[in-house]
């Protein structure tokens, strides 16, 4: 987690298509400025549909999809592909005790 860069993150709650909303299973979305990264929070593991038209596009703009295990601090690494557009994500784990965090971070 310490590569992300906190001070260019923004909430962009907006981002949340489905998803728990309220409650102590709010998932939480955060943006870097430009776009380039999004992380987002589920405190119970619980899948949620995202609005990824903020993460820069074209024809070279891969994006790696990586979950991160706060609990262990050990990131798994899923996915690698241009994303755009509307997409569901389902944690490793669900339930009390399995928080997880998605990173969404364009390659360089």
């Known amino acids: 987690m310490e590569e992300n860069h906190f001070e260019t993150l923004e ?6 298509l ?16 430009g776009g380039a990264s999004i ?28 979950w991160l295990d706060p609990r ?8 690698t592909e241009q994303s755009q557009g509307i997409q569901n994500f389902v944690p490793p784990s669900r339930g009390r005790g399995k928080d997880w965090v998605l990173v969404l971070s364009a390659e360089k």
């Open 18 to 33: 489905d998803g728990s909303r309220e409650g102590p299973a709010k998932i939480r979305v955060t943006a870097t400025n």
């Open 72 to 79: 262990y601090g050990v990131s798994y690494a899923f996915r």
């Open 11 to 16: 909430p962009r709650q907006d981002l949340i």
């Open 39 to 66: 992380l987002v929070y589920t405190p119970r593991g619980e899948p949620f549909t995202i609005d990824l038209g903020v993460l820069p596009s074209g024809k070279d703009n891969m994006h790696s999809q990586t």
